[in-house]
């Protein structure tokens, strides 16, 4: 049970403050995709942090909490090969609610290597 705790998504690896939302919104470079955009922002903290977006365009409570738990999971499964030091934010659109966990991970991969994080 112990080296299950090392796969956990901590909560110093979230973004929880609406102010850090909006300096990585403000501040930080955007990667674009059909299905999510990625707002990344250097830091001077030695973890990666994640927030994460799904508008109300995008479906009622459920469908929301659901889209963010497979992002979670996904950036969960992938913050080791992440570079440190940096705050994002993954914003889902609403092509992404009915894909399924691989295209997930496939989109956050393919938005991390254009922004360089891995």
């Known amino acids: 049970m112990k080296n299950l705790k090392r796969f956990k998504l901590e909560k110093f690896n979230r ?11 403000k501040n930080g ?6 299905l ?9 903290t030695t973890t990666v942090k994640i927030g994460l977006a799904v508008g109300k365009k995008v479906g009622n409570a459920v469908v929301r909490n659901h889209v963010k738990r497979l992002m979670r999971e996904v950036f969960r ?19 992404l ?3 399924d ?6 989109v956050f991969l ?5 922004a360089g994080l891995l």
């Open 15 to 25: 973004i929880k403050s609406k102010k850090l939302f909006q300096a990585v919104y």
């Open 77 to 95: 499964a992938k913050k080791n090969d992440i570079k440190k030091n940096v705050n994002i934010v993954w914003v889902a659109r609403k092509r």
């Open 29 to 34: 470079h955007s990667v674009v995709d059909t």
């Open 97 to 99: 609610v009915t894909a």
């Open 101 to 106: 966990i691989k295209i997930y991970e496939r």
């Open 36 to 44: 999510s955009v990625l707002y990344i922002l250097p830091s001077e």
């Open 110 to 114: 393919r938005l991390a290597k254009r």
